[in-house]
């Protein structure tokens, strides 16, 4: 399902996936995705593993040429994104030895494509700190990152990719190696960022639950397929079992939202040795 | 070229040849070729304390070697792996430059000991290469299994009671074992070609662990006939072909696999150890 | 006291002037570009970079050209060599290394023995391999100089791009970083590195000069900037002090042409880095 017509951020959104394609050694990786954010707009990108999340996530950044379609950031073409786009990844190099500080990591993102050597500044100094504040990770800020734990490896990405002022945030996958409270944390930190700075938000997940609070919008990947709109419009029956190619139930539970397919069918990228009924997490 | 005083150059090369493809395998399954270039390197130390000393060429070198491959086992426990090879390497090397200024060795020795010498292994020899081999060979079959899964699957041969660090300490030694007696033909600094080049053309071919290792061996073998043979007719070092047909093995494994559509896999260890009836009770 | 340390003549001697500033030039660019070099997982292309660089060395008696240019050219061209076979994948990196290395060193030994056949160059081997730095000719000094600032200037430069791009090379890349053409300027000044100290102090020295003053610099210090300092700082006072050690190992039994200074370097940088990793791992449990 397509987004419909007349839906805010149609065009001239802040993000535009417009038909997006991509083959990777003969698999159709990612199958015709469109949608849009607007400025200050948080969305999930929701799927299982396998989905083409990361992906599709690669392809926005620019790392990854599609084979059809087109990603245009504030207007502007793949190349040339650089400094409007904030990504943090789901996982870094976690060398102990590493000379790099938490803060010296940030610190890169305010300039790491800048040749030459920084020159200490107050100014610079400062921006950083502030940053480290607005994330909880001043207590680390002088910590290896390679001894950071998962969670605080989290926020200090999120600073990183923050610092430079980016129109658009990507993030893959921050929620899955958190527990609950951080998990709240990062997510509620998200929301504030994307309200205040009317930075669009992307996070990828396989579990939309933790999101419900703050997401404006849900864009569910099944097999390289999308469908975008509200969670409202999206994860109804008929739209995730048109997207899933089998038939797929939605369960609401409390404040909880449950996705149940009966048994494997086709078009699903599951692992070949899941022989139980696939349960999306939400229980 | 294979009259009397070459037959002991064919048989050790093939002795040679067989040990480095069976234990190279490995080597290049773990990702350690580091390590089997800087054994080697190490253990010319040996050969030059040895000289030194007066005492048997041979033996100087393993020491060495041992001494080498279980310093870069112990300082890799207590620090970042490659930097272990390469201090252990090169205070065994530093070693070795001090002996060789005490002694008054001369160049070409070094020359035959360091790039290899076709004609120079002796008789005598050739007993203590053979059984070396056989040793050799013989402990990589012992430990095949719990090798085997711990190279390719550490967390996995944990489960099974498997202590990869016994593991890698042993291997390690047997690597020591195996450089030690590939110095004379091949050369210190060219034997680790030997190791890598046959099993990485090897793996292209094939992703069972099995024919892998004997597809490796044979490999080397090839090479180093061929590398002897080459080197007779025209007198250049051996250790010139080793290196030069190493790099044309890698060479065509990857052309081979590029031409396949496939990068060299990793052995289907897993399928390989169930047919050797190594069983699990987790799932993969 | 002081007589006992310094022999007689040390302050005063040119051969040791020159082995001071030699190896201390070429020890602060390898303890500099070193770190980057261990950090990036490429030790063992370091290493293989020194021995390939002595395939120049040797093939420059052949063809004429000074060894300078034989060492720094082929070190070069076999950073290129590596970079295209892919080098900087983590995956199949040192069997990539090992591959270019063993083939490097095999024209070495080609090499090596046209030159002892049609020159009759003896000793050629040793003096390559080992290198001393006692032999090394004032006239080369300035050029010395000038490759090793060349090489450091590389890592200044590209030093932010570069920093990012081993810690998370997706994100540099997003921030349109070229992490390919950062990862080879990286290895090209690696090889610069490493080809002058293989020329000047022979390939172990190059090696051990690469290596581990640089791991001892990331012991001791978080900031990148200071852990590169340390580790230029550890490689210095290692080198000079060996040299001082050569110098007065002259007296020393068994023979009196002295103990090689490699040999005082290697341990010395050993003993450090054994040293280090002992004080800070009893710091780190603490």
Not at chain 1, 150 to 165: D, M, N, T
Not at chain 3, 164 to 183: I, P
Request: net charge positive; glycine share 10%.
């Amino acid at each position: 399902m397509k987004r419909r017509p007349g839906e805010p951020g149609t065009s001239g959104g802040l993000l535009d996936v417009d038909g997006v394609s991509l083959w990777l050694s003969g698999r159709k990786v990612l199958d015709d995705v469109s949608f849009s954010l607007a400025p200050g707009e948080f969305a999930g990108l929701i799927g299982s593993n396998g989905a083409g999340k990361t992906t599709l996530l690669r392809v926005i950044l620019g790392l990854q040429a599609p084979s059809a379609g087109t990603v245009r950031v504030a207007g502007q073409p793949r190349t040339r994104r650089g400094s409007l786009i904030g990504y943090v990844p789901q996982k870094i190099l976690l060398d102990p030895d590493m000379p790099l500080r938490a803060r010296d990591l940030v610190g890169l993102g305010l300039d790491g494509q800048r040749l030459g050597i920084p020159l200490p500044s107050a100014r610079r100094r400062s921006q950083i700190d502030e940053m480290l504040q607005a994330v909880d990770a001043t207590r680390f800020a002088d910590t290896r990152v390679g001894l950071l734990s998962g969670g605080e490896q989290q926020r200090v990405l999120i600073a990183h990719a923050l610092i430079s002022r980016p129109r658009l945030l990507l993030l893959d996958e921050p929620l899955a190696n958190l527990d609950i409270a951080s998990e709240q944390d990062v997510v509620e930190l998200l929301g504030r960022v994307a309200r205040e700075q009317q930075v669009a938000v992307l996070i990828s997940a396989h579990d939309m639950n933790p999101l419900l609070p703050v997401m404006d919008r849900i864009v569910y990947m099944a097999a390289g397929r999308a469908a975008s709109g509200t969670t409202a419009e999206v994860v109804r029956p008929e739209v995730l079992s048109d997207l899933y190619g089998q038939h797929v139930d939605v369960i609401r539970v409390h404040n909880r939202i449950l996705v149940v397919a009966a048994q494997r069918g086709e078009g699903l990228d599951v692992p070949a040795s899941e022989p139980e009924p696939m349960v999306h997490e939400g229980a | 070229m294979f009259s009397g005083f070459m037959t002991n150059a064919w048989l050790v090369g093939t002795f040679v040849a067989i040990v480095a493809g069976v234990v190279g395998f490995f080597i290049v399954l773990r990702g350690q070729a580091f390590v089997a270039d800087a054994v080697p390197q190490g253990a010319f130390a040996g050969a030059a304390g040895a000289s030194l000393l007066g005492i048997n060429t041979l033996i100087g070198v393993a020491a060495a070697a041992l001494v080498g491959a279980l310093g870069i086992g112990w300082l890799g426990r207590r620090g970042r792996r490659d930097v272990a090879t390469a201090l252990a390497l090169v205070v065994l090397l530093g070693l070795g430059a001090l002996f060789l200024s005490f002694s008054t060795e001369y160049a070409p020795e070094i020359y035959a000991l360091l790039f290899g010498e076709v004609l120079g292994v002796s008789a005598n020899e050739v007993l203590p290469i053979a059984v070396l081999s056989v040793a050799s060979v013989a402990a990589i079959a012992a430990l095949y299994r719990p090798l085997l899964l711990s190279s390719v699957m550490p967390e996995l041969a944990e489960a099974r009671g498997v202590r990869p660090a016994r593991v890698e300490t042993l291997f390690l030694v047997v690597v020591a074992l195996a450089t030690s007696m590939t110095l004379p033909v091949v050369g210190a600094l060219l034997i680790f070609s030997l190791m890598i080049g046959p099993p990485a053309a090897a793996r292209s071919v094939t992703s069972k662990p099995l024919p892998a290792l004997a597809l490796s061996a044979v490999i080397a073998v090839v090479v180093l006939w061929i590398s002897i043979a080459s080197a007779y007719q025209t007198n250049w070092p051996v250790g010139f072909f080793v290196g030069a047909l190493g790099a044309v093995c890698y060479a065509a494994g990857r052309g081979y696999a590029a031409l396949r559509g496939r990068r060299p896999a990793r052995p289907r260890a897993w399928r390989g150890a169930a047919e050797q009836g190594v069983t699990a009770n987790v799932r993969v | 006291m002081l007589r006992a340390v310094f022999e007689p003549g040390f302050f005063s001697s040119s051969p040791v002037h020159v082995a001071l500033a030699a190896g201390g030039v070429v020890a602060l660019v390898s303890g500099i570009v070193g770190s980057f070099a261990v950090v990036r997982g490429q030790s063992y292309a370091g290493h293989a970079l020194a021995d390939i660089s002595v395939t120049g060395g040797s093939a420059s008696f052949l063809v004429g050209v000074s060894p300078l240019w034989g060492f720094v050219g082929v070190g070069v061209l076999a950073a290129g060599v590596m970079d295209m076979i892919g080098i900087q994948r983590p995956r199949g990196r040192d069997l990539a290394t090992g591959v270019v290395r063993g083939a490097g060193l095999g024209l070495a030994a080609l090499f090596l023995y046209w030159d002892t056949t049609h020159s009759n160059v003896t000793g050629a081997t040793i003096t390559i391999l080992f290198g001393s730095l006692f032999t090394v000719s004032s006239t080369i000094l300035p050029a010395i100089v000038a490759l090793s600032v060349a090489a450091v200037a590389i890592v200044a430069v590209l030093y932010r791009p570069l920093l990012l791009s081993t810690v998370a090379a997706d994100l540099a890349a997003a921030r349109g970083v070229s992490v390919r053409l950062v990862g080879l300027a990286c290895l090209v000044a690696i090889a610069l590195a490493v080809s002058l100290s293989a020329m000047t102090i022979g390939t172990i020295l190059s090696t051990a000069l690469l290596i581990g003053p640089a791991a001892i610099g990331l012991r001791l210090s978080r900031r990148p900037g200071l852990a590169m300092a340390w580790s230029a700082l550890a490689g210095l006072a290692a080198t000079w002090l060996g040299v001082l050690l050569a110098y007065d190992s002259f007296y020393w039994p068994p023979s009196r042409h002295g103990w090689p200074v490699s040999f005082f370097v290697v341990t010395l940088i050993f003993l450090g880095y054994v040293a280090v990793q002992t004080i800070t791992s009893r710091v780190r449990r603490a």
